[in-house]
């Protein structure tokens, strides 16, 4: 991974990881739970209580992590577990690294993302004059 940063503190490749595909902070922070404790079986009432989100959003964020390949349900309950080939767990690890180094940054650019994401949205309800 290139070590070069963007505005001298977040790597390229976090930035660009954060920004393609980190959809909100507490879906950052599942992964990173998740990471942080790779043999733990996770179901919604356990991460909802170590993220103090209601158990409804915490199964939402256990199928998003599990579509996007950081998590893989354990046989036949509602829990799922970390998962990450060697390439995505790279780079969960330098996400990681910048989250607990530069936590003020990654969240504000996710917000930004989120912001600008709304912004495009609310714009196409506005009137026009014609």
Sequence with gaps: ???KTQGGRLP?????????NVPSVP??????????????EWDAAKLAQRLYIKPREAADLLHTLQNS????????????????????????????????SNLFEVTDLIHTKLDKRARVFADAFKLRKS
């Design 1 to 3: 991974m290139n070590d």
């Design 12 to 20: 390229d490749e976090v930035r660009r990881y954060v920004i393609a």
């Design 27 to 40: 879906y950052l922070e599942a992964a990173l739970l998740l990471r942080a404790e790779p043999t733990q």
């Design 69 to 100: 390949l950081v998590a893989m349900p354990v046989a036949e309950r509602t829990a799922c577990r970390y998962t990450a080939d060697p390439v995505l767990a790279k780079m969960l690890d330098a996400v990681a690294q910048a989250y607990a």
